[in-house]
Nanobody, 118 residues
Framework: QVQVVESGGGLVQPGGSLRLSCEFSGDTFSLYVMNWYRQASGKERELVAGSTDGGASAVYVDSLKGRFTISRDHANHMVYLQMNGLTPEDTAVYYC???????????WGQGTQVIVST
């Protein structure tokens, strides 16, 4: 059973940084595209960044490019989202998502709350 578990959220002041972590378990890590999504209150969930085992990665939201970075640790089955220069607009629940390239199933974590505020 695939599981993804996020951690690292919290309260941070504007301009600060956080690193979110996502731990994957339950199957062959290399067969999954790992993504970060976020959902702000009252808004739809949006895809923030994604990473494949082959090394391809991208941040998909224009306003986050240059501030957010996704990285993947194959040995430890971890995915990270480094967030710098945080603004109140980045306040959201951040979700880790695993998409199976073999079975095309999608697995979600429980989410981790990020609050950017003074």
């Amino acid at each position: 059973q695939v599981q993804v578990v996020e951690s690292g959220g919290g309260l941070v002041q504007p301009g600060g940084s956080l690193r979110l972590s996502c731990e994957f378990s339950g199957d062959t890590f290399s067969l999954y595209v790992m993504n970060w999504y976020r959902q702000a209150s009252g808004k739809e969930r949006e895809l923030v960044a994604g990473s494949t085992d082959g090394g391809a990665s991208a941040v998909y939201v224009d306003s986050l490019k240059g501030r957010f970075t996704i990285s993947r640790d194959h040995a430890n089955h971890m995915v990270y989202l480094q967030m710098n220069g945080l603004t109140p607009e980045d306040t959201a629940v951040y979700y880790c998502n695993a998409y199976g390239l073999r079975d095309r199933n999608t697995y979600w974590g429980q989410g981790t709350q990020v609050i950017v505020s003074t």
